[in-house]
Nanobody, 113 residues
Framework: VQLVESGGGLVQTGGSLRLSCTASGSASNLIAMGWFRQAPGKQRELVAIIDSGGRTNYAGSVKGRFTISRDTGKNTMHLQMDALQPGDTAVYYC????????WGQGTQVTVSS
């Protein structure tokens, strides 16, 4: 499974960004897809995840501001990020679970104050 992310960038506080991740290869039976992030000097943390049934789970710090969605037919996942804050600055990694965990290369999100 190969994961390719897009949509990162620089935005001001209160702005929005939309991240996308497309899975290719042996991606026909993905159990779940999600987003993790890692800020400098911090551990990688879960942001949001969506399973094959459409059930979602969010980190408390992003709940109500971020929305994860998935187009199963296209093996594409999106993360709509609204009301962004400087604390959201991090490298965001796409994640997929099938017969094992898979990771994208990461995309930088920077929120300026």
């Amino acid at each position: 499974v190969q994961l390719v992310e897009s949509g990162g960038g620089l935005v001001q506080t209160g702005g929005s960004l939309r991240l996308s991740c497309t899975a290719s290869g042996s991606a026909s039976n993905l159990i779940a897809m999600g987003w993790f992030r890692q800020a400098p000097g911090k551990q990688r943390e879960l942001v949001a995840i969506i399973d094959s049934g459409g059930r979602t789970n969010y980190a408390g710090s992003v709940k109500g501001r971020f929305t994860i969605s998935r187009d199963t037919g296209k093996n594409t996942m999106h993360l709509q990020m609204d009301a962004l804050q400087p604390g959201d600055t991090a490298v965001y990694y796409c994640y997929a679970l099938e017969n094992g965990p898979y990771w994208g290369q990461g995309t930088q999100v920077t929120v300026s104050s």
